[in-house]
């Protein structure tokens, strides 16, 4: 379909749309050429229709959300990306139980537990989510991982929209392994505790941040999934490549596992340290590391 009769029917749906967009403002690693065609669904209604339109079309799409797990390409995206970030909302159906759309930020659970007392997302302070990149990603820190408060689900697949219960079954370490679609709520559970308790949980999740990684300098967390042998910032640490440097991009001195942009980095620089990291681990170790970043264009 050619590009202005794609826009004409996108616009046709009601949707938000804008065309040759900069995916450096839309990723927490700040590069990645221009994305054709961005539109942002604000209504449960405007996702299902653009989705299935894009399905049915055969037009190439994104899922995007809060952008901190993904690698565009510096060529950019052609085709339509699909951002979530407006299709936000907490509504609290219980005490403690919160119906959350998909790009609501998970911040907003935190924050729910610091006004009301309620206790159990602490653990994702700093991580800068949506709850549909958390669900897609078991998004974790510290022991814990998101899937561990979710109680329902809806994700738009083929067959609809599909309400799930969730079990500890439909996800593994930093993957969601039900079925294929797109996450548009998730029914969270938060335990009853006093306000004082949350705050210090908050608190220590931030500092113990702050102490093991770098902050400041755009990234995507930790590049790669630990392998069950050793933590992955730990076999590219002694793989010798802490300060590695290409073009504008770092392996941090702080965590070799996170990649920085410095300021004027392309995804290339950022890709050929990540290929460098991993060859340089196997060699050394002979270990395949496995990315937890999207890297759009890789299968
Ligand atoms: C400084 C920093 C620290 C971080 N620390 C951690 C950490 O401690 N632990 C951790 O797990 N992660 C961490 N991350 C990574 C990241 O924040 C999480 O993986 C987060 O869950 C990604 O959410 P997002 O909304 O940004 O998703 P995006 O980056 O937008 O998307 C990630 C993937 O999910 C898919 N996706 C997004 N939304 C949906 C949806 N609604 N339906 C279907 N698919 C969808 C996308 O297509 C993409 O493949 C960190 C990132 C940064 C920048």
New binding site residues.
Partial sequence: MKRRKLVQKLKEMGLTIWEGVPLARYT?IRTGGTAEIMVFPERVEELVKTWHFLRTESIPY?????????LFPDEGFSGVVVN?RRLKGLKELAPGRLEAL?GTPTSALIAYGLTKGFSGAEFLA?????V??????N???FGRCFSELVEELEILTEEGLVRLAAGPELWRY?AFQGPRG??VRAVVRLKPALKEEVRSRVKAALSRRRQT?PFGPP????VFKNPEEAPAGYLIEKAGLKGLARGGAVISEKHANFILNLGKACTNDILYLVEEAWERVFRTFGLELQPEV?IVGQA
Avoid at 62 to 70: A, D, E, Q
Wanted: proline share 3%; hydrophobic share 45%; with cysteine.
């Fill in positions: 927490t994104f899922i995007l959300s809060g952008g901190s797990k993904v979530l998909s700093g991580i800068p989510a949506t549909g990149g958390a669900l897609y990603m998004a974790g820190a930093r797109v996450f990684q990234s995507f967390g930790c999207r």
